[in-house]
């Protein structure tokens, strides 16, 4: 905070500010791209959680934003430099829009400062500043010139895997995710400067893998792996590649890890990481002109809001899926999006616009598959339909209704798609406690329990945990007891 501006006459006086320029700042244009799609507070979340990731502390709000994307903060402290370049690996605070710190201060960069002491991971915080937290705004009278060199060694790798321009170093982060046939193995020896097609290979088999994984154990320890991959991912964009084609398919790439990402964190309980993700993915198809990627990243964003209560947000987003998607051909992918609108109007509880969706959702759905169907809708079949159609009658208080087709989504469900089976299971299992069938909640609850050891979703335990405190006061009804236990004695989430 700014200090009083009346003084004792026992202090000192200060020595006169420097004045003013009389140029008004010059908005930050490039910080204002990279902002894309996101509103200020949605970008300064995904600053704050940045933050997080390398243990850095920053109150970034959407003033915070506007004020960088105005030019009033020409260079920003040190921590939201750390911040800064965390997110956005292999850039510069040039690259961001910022002047040099030593153009702020005015003189040049000091070279006899005291550097930190040995094995901390930030500088002595500027006055009126803790460690970057206290006051964001803070940005241009910091008096400490000197370098980290102890940043976390994650943050030295992204800076050295950039450092030479070599597409090849960044595709290699992918490397966990499915890169044995053909991708960097390959190239590793080449000083590869832009992207070609092995880089673009492993980008869209790094998308593949993390969907089977994602499939058969769901989403809760695989979202901090997938950080690293999307990083590298949006590296590769930065590096350029020789041919148009190449470009095209990194950006799909790009987009499509965004999003399965965005679903990772969607389905582990993280809404404001899924929502970040899923906008990253809607800027990145805006830029390309990719109207299947956009179609997806809406469809993605319309069922995230739904889950986070914001059904009208959900139909808007639903609608705009299914216009980006008219052109592409694609029966099964409207029918999906219709759904999805129809998720939307059973949260508004407009009965009538849910029936309509369905309706219109199942003859699209009955038009069978072909070949524009994007590849991503592996999972989308007879039992997704009757799930999602189950769900709508369940938002709606339609137990029997809902229970029903949760009951056809379980029987129908190839059992490849493991964590989908624990999932219609858990709609069975609430559907039926709700509609006062106890006993048989208590048995499909208990078939859930079993699958949990290959599935780790966050989504299919908070639907198992409400099952559970519905089915609280039926403890004498057959098999009620025993799931009550078995659910108890479950290990909670960290």
């Given at each position: 905070?700014?200090?009083?501006?009346?003084?004792s006459?026992s202090?000192?006086p200060?020595?006169?500010?420097p004045?003013?320029?009389?140029?008004?700042?010059?908005?930050n244009?490039a910080?204002?791209?990279l902002?894309?799609?996101?509103?200020p507070?949605?970008?300064a979340?995904?600053?704050?959680r940045?933050?997080?990731?390398?243990d850095e502390?920053v109150?970034c709000?959407?003033?915070?934003?506007?004020?960088?994307?105005a030019?009033?903060?020409r260079?920003?402290?040190?921590?939201?430099?750390?911040?800064?370049l965390?997110?956005?690996?292999?850039?510069?605070?040039?690259?961001?829009?910022?002047?040099?710190?030593?153009?702020?201060?005015?003189?040049?960069?000091?070279?006899?400062?005291?550097?930190?002491?040995?094995?901390?991971?930030?500088?002595?915080?500027a006055?009126h500043?803790?460690?970057?937290?206290?006051?964001?705004?803070?940005?241009?009278?910091?008096?400490?010139?000197?370098?980290?060199?102890?940043?976390e060694?994650?943050?030295?790798?992204?800076?050295?895997?950039?450092?030479?321009?070599?597409a090849?170093?960044a595709?290699a982060s992918?490397g966990?995710?499915?890169?044995?046939?053909?991708?960097?193995?390959?190239?590793?020896?080449?000083?590869?400067?832009?992207?070609?097609?092995?880089?673009?290979?492993a980008?869209?088999?790094?998308?593949?893998?993390?969907?089977?994984?994602?499939?058969?154990?769901?989403?809760?320890?695989?979202?901090?792996?997938?950080?690293?991959?999307?990083r590298?991912?949006?590296a590769?964009l930065?590096?350029?590649?020789?041919?148009?084609?190449?470009?095209?398919?990194?950006?799909?790439?790009?987009?499509?890890?965004?999003?399965?990402?965005?679903?990772?964190?969607?389905?582990?309980?993280?809404?404001?990481?899924?929502?970040?993700?899923?906008?990253?993915?809607?800027?990145?198809?805006r830029?390309?002109?990719?109207?299947?990627?956009?179609?997806?990243?809406?469809?993605?964003?319309?069922?995230?809001?739904?889950?986070?209560?914001?059904?009208?947000?959900?139909?808007?987003?639903?609608?705009?899926?299914?216009?980006?998607?008219?052109?592409?051909?694609?029966?099964?992918?409207l029918?999906?999006?219709?759904l999805?609108e129809?998720?939307?109007?059973?949260?508004?509880?407009?009965?009538?616009?849910?029936?309509?969706?369905?309706?219109?959702?199942?003859?699209?759905?009955?038009?069978?598959?072909c070949?524009?169907?994007?590849?991503?809708?592996s999972?989308?079949?007879d039992a997704?339909?009757?799930?999602l159609e189950?769900?709508?009658?369940?938002?709606?208080?339609?137990?029997?209704?809902?229970?029903?087709?949760?009951?056809?989504?379980?029987?129908?469900?190839?059992?490849?798609?493991?964590?989908?089976?624990a999932?219609?299971?858990?709609e069975?299992?609430?559907?039926?406690a709700?509609?006062?069938h106890p006993d048989?909640?208590?048995?499909?609850?208990?078939?859930v329990?079993?699958?949990?050891?290959?599935?780790?979703?966050s989504?299919?335990?908070?639907?198992?945990?409400?099952t559970?405190?519905?089915?609280?006061?039926h403890?004498r009804?057959?098999?009620v007891?025993?799931?009550?236990?078995?659910?108890?004695?479950l290990?909670?989430?960290?």
């Open positions: 905070m700014a200090s009083s501006p009346t003084t006459s202090q000192s200060r020595p006169p500010r004045p003013r320029s009389p140029r008004p700042p010059r908005p244009l910080f204002r791209r902002r894309g799609q996101r509103s507070g949605e970008f979340a995904a600053v704050r940045a933050a997080r990731e390398i502390r109150s709000d959407a003033r915070y934003i506007g004020r960088v994307e030019g009033e903060i260079c920003p402290n040190y921590a939201y430099e750390r911040v800064f965390h997110m956005f690996p292999g850039r510069t605070l040039t690259d961001l829009g910022f002047v040099p710190r030593s153009a702020v201060r005015g003189r040049g960069a000091r070279t006899a400062e005291v550097a930190p002491a040995p094995h901390t991971t930030s500088p002595l915080p006055p500043e803790t460690d970057g937290a206290g006051e964001p705004y803070a940005t241009t009278h910091d008096p400490y010139g000197t370098d980290d060199q102890n940043r060694e994650s943050d030295v790798q992204r800076r050295a895997f950039m450092s030479g321009g070599t090849t170093v595709a992918l966990p995710w499915g890169l044995a046939s053909g991708g960097t193995a390959e190239a590793a020896p080449r000083a590869v400067h832009r992207a070609g097609e092995a880089e673009a290979r980008l869209e088999e790094a998308v593949r893998r993390i969907r089977v994984l994602d499939d058969r154990h769901g989403a809760d320890g695989l979202y901090r792996r997938a950080a690293a991959p999307l590298a991912a949006y590769l930065d590096a350029g590649a020789a041919r148009q084609a190449t470009t095209d398919r990194l950006h799909t790439g790009a987009g499509e890890l965004a999003i399965s990402v965005g679903w990772l964190a969607h389905d582990s309980g993280r809404f404001d990481d899924a929502r970040s993700h899923y906008a990253e993915a809607l800027a990145t198809a830029v390309a002109r990719d109207p299947a990627l956009e179609a997806h990243a809406f469809c993605n964003t319309s069922f995230l809001a739904r889950d986070a209560g914001r059904p009208r947000e959900a139909v808007r987003a639903a609608q705009a899926a299914q216009y980006a998607a008219r052109p592409l051909g694609s029966a099964r992918l029918s999906l999006l219709a999805r129809a998720g939307g109007w059973a949260g508004l509880a407009d009965r009538t616009g849910c029936e309509q969706a369905l309706a219109r959702a199942q003859a699209l759905y009955g038009r069978g598959p070949d524009a169907d994007p590849e991503w809708m999972f989308y079949g997704e339909l009757a799930g189950a769900q709508c009658w369940s938002t709606l208080g339609d137990w029997q209704r809902a229970a029903h087709q949760a009951h056809r989504a379980t029987r129908l469900q190839d059992p490849h798609f493991t964590r989908n089976l999932l219609y299971t858990a069975l299992a609430d559907d039926l709700r509609a006062g048989e909640a208590a048995a499909a609850g208990l078939r329990l079993a699958l949990l050891d290959e599935v780790q979703s989504r299919v335990q908070t639907m198992l945990a409400g559970a405190r519905v089915l609280l006061p403890r009804a057959s098999g007891s025993d799931f009550l236990a078995r659910h108890k004695a290990p909670r989430p960290a």
